[in-house]
């Protein structure tokens, strides 16, 4: 069975400074893991995507992500945050078993103070 | 580039009413789904499709009814609407599995309000 839990349901930092959302997932088999970001009122844009291949990923705007086996985590940071980096950041895992079975988690509400 | 496009955005409907929220893509994409987002939770799959003439329940089903007749429309049909069904609707396109093409493509959302 394959889950994601989203450790904070809001998260607020100030521009400039680091940012860090965290996602610990679980699965039976090897996960392909994802971070989307969805701005008010617009559907949901990939940000960056895990599926077997290094660990550490890249995505756009910045945003970076570490495959964590051990830890069975896979958390989203950004070096410094920009105004228009406030959003909201879902983790999701899909896995190979079914075309059905992509599970997002319940999002991280990210704010940024000026 | 349209990519997935969902209509309408907005719609108010009084309980026991009948509608349908429309997708089409241009992407040529095989894979198409519909997800219903509640405040607070992510993303529940209600239907999906794995190409034309082939759809499946998902997580959420009851009170709806999909279809798939080309590749590039996947409408969703609300028959009966009750107030749990007030949401946003959107729907997605996939080239193939996500586990191994690696993105789904969202349309803008369908804000449905149920009174």
């Known amino acids: 069975a394959q889950s994601v839990t989203q450790l904070d349901s809001h998260v607020s930092v100030s521009e400039g400074t680091p940012v860090l959302l965290r996602c610990n997932y679980s699965?039976?088999?090897?996960?392909?893991l994802f971070w989307y970001v969805q701005h008010p009122n617009k559907g949901l844009q990939l940000l960056l995507k895990?599926?077997?291949?290094?660990?550490l990923v890249k995505g756009i705007n910045g945003f970076e992500a570490e495959f964590k086996k051990s830890e069975t985590s896979f958390h989203l940071t950004k070096p410094s945050a920009h105004m228009s980096d406030a959003a909201e950041y879902f983790c999701?895992?899909?896995?190979?078993?079914?075309?059905?079975?992509?599970?997002f988690g319940s999002g991280t509400r990210l704010s940024i103070r000026p | 580039n349209a990519g997935v496009t969902q209509t309408p955005k907005f719609r108010i409907l009084k309980i026991g009413q009948s509608m349908t929220l429309q997708c089409t893509q241009d992407m040529n994409h095989n894979y198409m789904y519909w997800y219903r987002q509640d405040p607070g939770m992510g993303l529940k799959l209600i239907y999906y499709s794995v190409g034309a003439g082939i759809t499946d329940k998902g997580e959420v089903p009851n009170g709806y009814n999909v279809s798939r007749s080309t590749t590039e429309d996947f409408p969703l049909r609300l028959e009966l609407a009750a107030p749990s069904q007030t949401s946003v609707y959107f729907c997605a396109s996939s080239p193939g599995r996500v586990a191994n093409t690696g993105e789904l493509f969202f349309g803008e959302g369908s804000r449905l309000t149920v009174l």
């Open positions: 699965s039976s088999y090897s996960p392909s």
């Open positions: 999701v895992v899909s896995g190979y078993s079914s075309a059905s079975k992509i599970i």
């Open positions: 895990y599926t077997s291949a290094a660990t």
